[in-house]
């Protein structure tokens, strides 16, 4: 048998199907889904709506409130998909602009696991590719808080249908369970952590050991929560699943047994008969494992990675969501129980985060689930009419002066934001919404094979709802829920179409409906080489003719795309005394381009003064490129395309509209992606190293080499695609000096180190054995000495 690897399939792909470099689109883009619904209207007031109409699922369902809001968080997440290094591609932000504690890029893995639920019904998979990906092969950091990164990984390829993402990843997902074993009690059978790290500062556990105040209070003590074990076992799981599905039955046996031990430890030691509740247990000086007293919020989440779903956990807990002594508030619900001593509905201004009763979008996403997950289970009295009316209660929290929003914290009782600090907790991006909308109140129940699984949890009155060109399973899915057949004009009951054609009719609201397997795989996407995440004083590098005093050249090439006011995100020239001006930006090296995208800002709309140019040049180092003036999309991307020149820098001349200036919120170069070597070391991330040219360089025509590097540098190589193996790692390299080694990370996983003789500043190959992951690797060159220089870096497997 002729067996084509799958990444050779994909190479030849790669030059059949990315004829143009454009930017990256959903796979289903040619897919012709069904046109039910009104595909503008419901974006009308967003920015970036080319992004929203090739990636969003519509609904149309009667409630208002609910789908308005649903709306509007995909236009709050675009706003966190940023753009970091070629071969790492996007991450997801939890605030628009990453505070100080983020780790690379933005990261921060607290609620990766709600961003990875929410992105995985985006019509384009390489969003979450990527963003699951940092953590699995790096750079992101899995063990600054605790997560479910792993349970959502493999829930998503429910949703993709591709497996093989995960199978193929199933070692990075076991050696990231095991990071936590530092932090896993044997005795009492159970993982503990500071609440803070638990994403929960300021709870229960900080108030109990520190009733006086001071920093402890934040922190909280090393406790066992019934949150962080529930993400624990829903972890194991997960790899337990992927292992089944890779044929590894050896792992999946290990991991099943971890999870079952570690969900009989949640009943044995974090269940409270007394309360009828999962409780947290505080570790230090607590031999005996006594339970807090105090129900909160996070005693809920266990329910949602199915656990306790029977009538003994579940029916009394829940019934806690509808009392007001217990976490019912306007806007809850509440993250402590309110007849607790330490509830405050009000919150001290000194700091974001309290959670000892604030509403909390996080916590309120888990408890949603739970919810949907205690109705399904038919163990409870839970009703569908209560589980929409927190489905509503949260819609109708985020809002802001009449219109969708949605940021930190809110108070219960009040109808206001208690943590949303100007230019900082903007769409803030800590929780799902849609996911629940879709999964939840809609019903979809994402599965491994072919089969569309519908179940909603709808109120007894509705008589209608649709779910339009939703991807799944590679295929492009319309659901049209129709009691007498007048709203959609298209048949009575529910019909389920596929790619366009109706494949399914029948009365009642579920449904399950088997379809054919298509090809699920991700094939390498376009890469955009002008983003630079560093900042100032690294490649690529942007200036402008002019700049308005708050705006900066560089945020045109930082990766962030959103077109808000606040935070500034952008270039312009506002104020600009000359009728035309030009942003540039150099390339480390020389690049074949041929088309470049920008987002042009506009806000005259909101009483601004910058509006989309009247004409726009594009020049490179052979000359003119494009000389453009059509309209121009303003609050969107627009991609132009030209021959494919070679240039070190794209300079875009601006030729302004009268009375106003032009803006642009970010500039973009898509190229094909590199699927072989070699990688140029100028191309890597540099840390604590930069860029200078040397003549006895030449690998590029400009001499450009990766150099003054200190003990703390690091290159970092990334996308580094192999089909997975021992062979060679080569460098060529220069070492002016005495001899030196640095050490070779693979994934994040030290693969020792290697010698780099003196050259005398001529240069040379190196060479390591070395072992690549299959698929991407991100492969780092660690230490170093100033007398280093960097050429190329190339794999022999
Ligand atoms: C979609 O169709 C267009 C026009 O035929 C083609 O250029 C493009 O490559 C196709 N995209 C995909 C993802 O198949
Ligand atoms: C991850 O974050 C934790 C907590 O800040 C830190 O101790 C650890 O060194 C970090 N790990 C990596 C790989 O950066
Ligand atoms: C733990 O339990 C034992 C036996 O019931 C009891 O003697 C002891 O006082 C308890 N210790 C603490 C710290 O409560
Ligand atoms: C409901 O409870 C029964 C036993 O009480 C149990 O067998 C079943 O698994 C529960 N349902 C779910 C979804 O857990
Ligand atoms: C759940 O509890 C309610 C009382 O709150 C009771 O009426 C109902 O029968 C219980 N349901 C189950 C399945 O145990
Ligand atoms: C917003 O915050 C950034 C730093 O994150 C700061 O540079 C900028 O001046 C702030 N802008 C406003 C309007 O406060
Ligand atoms: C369904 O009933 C609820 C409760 O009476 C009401 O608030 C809602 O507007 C009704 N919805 C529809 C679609 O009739
Ligand atoms: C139902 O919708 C499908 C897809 O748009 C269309 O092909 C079909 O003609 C419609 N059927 C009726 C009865 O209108
Ligand atoms: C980047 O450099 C420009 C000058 O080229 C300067 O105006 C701007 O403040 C710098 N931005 C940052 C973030 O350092
Ligand atoms: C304005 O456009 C002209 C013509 O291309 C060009 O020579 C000049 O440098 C531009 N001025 C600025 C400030 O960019
Ligand atoms: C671009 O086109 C405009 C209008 O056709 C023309 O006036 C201008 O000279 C052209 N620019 C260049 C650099 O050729
Ligand atoms: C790669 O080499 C290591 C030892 O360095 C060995 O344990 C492993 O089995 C080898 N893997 C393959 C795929 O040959």
């Not at 990766?112 to 639920?117: L, R």
């Not at 985006?122 to 792993?150: E, M, V």
């Not at 000086?285 to 003994?312: A, D």
């Not at 100007?422 to 094979?449: A, C, F, M, Q």
Request: proline share 6%.
């Amino acid at each position: 048998m002729n067996v084509v690897p799958w990444f050779l399939k994909s190479i030849s792909l790669l030059f059949t199907v990315l004829v143009a470099a454009q930017p990256p689109q959903p796979i289903s883009i040619n897919i012709t889904g069904t046109n039910f619904l009104d595909h503008d209207k419901p974006i009308s007031s967003f920015w970036g709506q080319t992004f929203l109409k090739e990636n969003i699922p519509y609904i149309d369902i009667p409630n208002s409130n609910i789908q308005d809001v649903y709306y509007y968080r995909w236009s709050s997440l675009q706003r966190h998909l940023r753009y970091t290094i070629v071969g790492t591609g996007y991450i997801l932000t939890e605030f628009m602009k990453p505070p100080d504690y983020a780790e690379a890029f933005g990261t921060i893995d607290a609620a990766a696991g709600h961003q990875i639920d929410e992105a995985r019904w985006l019509r384009s998979k390489f969003y979450n590719d990527d963003y699951i990906q940092a953590y699995t092969r790096g750079p992101g950091n899995s063990t600054q808080y605790t997560h479910w990164i792993l349970d959502a990984m493999f829930r998503r390829s429910q949703v993709t249908g591709d497996s093989h993402y995960a199978t193929e990843q199933l070692a990075d997902m076991a050696r990231l369970y095991e990071y936590w074993n530092p932090v896993y009690d044997s005795q009492a059978g159970l993982f503990y952590f500071t609440p803070n790290f638990d994403a929960q500062e300021y709870s229960l556990p900080g108030y109990i050991v520190a009733p006086g105040g001071g920093q402890l209070q934040l922190d909280g003590p090393n406790t066992y929560r019934p949150n962080h074990n529930a993400y624990m076992v829903a972890n194991a799981r997960a790899v337990a699943q992927v292992a089944v599905q890779a044929g590894d039955s050896a792992t999946a046996a290990t991991f099943t047994k971890k999870a079952d031990q570690l969900e009989q430890a949640i009943y044995d030691r974090l269940w409270d008969p007394s309360q009828n509740f999962f409780v947290d247990v505080i570790m230090p000086n607590n031999p005996n494992l006594t339970k807090v007293m105090g129900r909160e919020e996070v005693g809920f989440f266990p329910y949602r990675f199915g656990i306790g779903l029977t009538s003994q956990y579940a029916n009394t807990s829940v019934q806690e969501l509808f009392d007001p002594q217990g976490f019912l508030t306007a806007y809850g619900p509440t993250t402590l129980e309110v007849r607790n001593q330490y509830f405050t509905a009000t919150k001290p201004s000194d700091y974001c985060c309290y959670w000892q009763g604030q509403s909390w979008p996080f916590s309120t996403a888990h408890t949603l689930k739970s919810l949907a997950a205690i109705y399904r289970s038919g163990n409870t009295s839970v009703t569908a009419e209560q589980y929409v009316q927190y489905l509503g209660k949260y819609a109708t929290t985020q809002y802001k002066n009449g219109t969708p929003y949605v940021a930190e914290s809110h108070y219960p009782e009040m109808d206001a934001w208690s943590a949303d600090t100007p230019n900082h907790s903007e769409h803030y991006d800590h929780s799902t919404n849609n996911d629940d909308v879709l999964t939840g109140l809609l019903g979809i129940v994402p599965r491994s094979d072919d089969v569309f699984e519908i179940d909603p949890i709808i109120p007894q009155n509705w008589t209608y709802f649709a779910i339009e060109n939703l991807a799944y399973h590679g295929h492009l899915i319309t659901v049209l829920y129709d009691q007498d057949g007048t709203r959609y004009n298209n048949g009575t009951g529910l019909s389920v179409f596929l790619d366009g054609s109706k494949v399914y009719n029948g009365n009642g609201a579920d449904a399950q409906v088997a379809f054919p397997a298509t090809n699920t795989a991700s094939s390498p996407v376009p890469v955009n080489i002008a983003a630079n995440p560093n900042g100032n004083g690294s490649y690529p590098q942007a200036s402008a003719t002019y700049t308005y005093t708050t705006d900066d050249p560089y945020r045109s090439i930082d990766g962030y795309l959103f077109y808000d006011s606040i935070p500034d995100n952008r270039w312009t020239n506002y104020q600009s005394p000359n009728t035309n001006d030009t942003l540039q930006i150099v390339f480390a090296r020389p690049r074949n381009i041929s088309s470049i995208s920008l987002a042009l800002f506009s806000d005259v709309a909101r009483g601004g003064s910058v509006d989309v140019p009247a004409a726009i040049e594009i020049h490179g180092s052979s000359g003119l490129l494009a000389n453009l003036t059509s309209s121009f999309l303003a609050n969107d991307r627009n991609t132009f395309y030209f021959a494919e020149s070679e240039t070190t820098f794209v300079s875009v001349n601006m030729y302004k509209k009268p009375n106003v200036w032009v803006g642009i919120c970010e500039l973009e170069i898509w190229t094909q992606p590199q699927i072989i070597g070699p990688y140029y070391a100028v191309d890597a991330f540099l840390t604590d190293a930069s860029v200078s040219q040397d003549t006895k360089a030449s690998a590029t025509t400009n001499g450009a080499v990766a150099s003054t590097l200190s003990a703390g540098a690091v290159v970092a190589f990334s996308g580094i695609q192999s089909a997975g193996g021992n062979g060679t790692l080569i460098l060529t390299y220069a070492n002016g000096g005495s001899d030196a080694s640095v050490e070779i990370t693979v994934n994040q996983v030290s693969q020792g180190n290697m010698s780099l003789p003196g050259t005398i500043g001529s240069y040379t190959a190196a060479t390591m054995s070395i072992t690549l992951a299959a698929g991407k690797n991100f492969v780092n060159l660690i230490g170093g000495t100033s007398d280093l220089r960097y050429e190329l870096l190339d794999f022999t497997i």
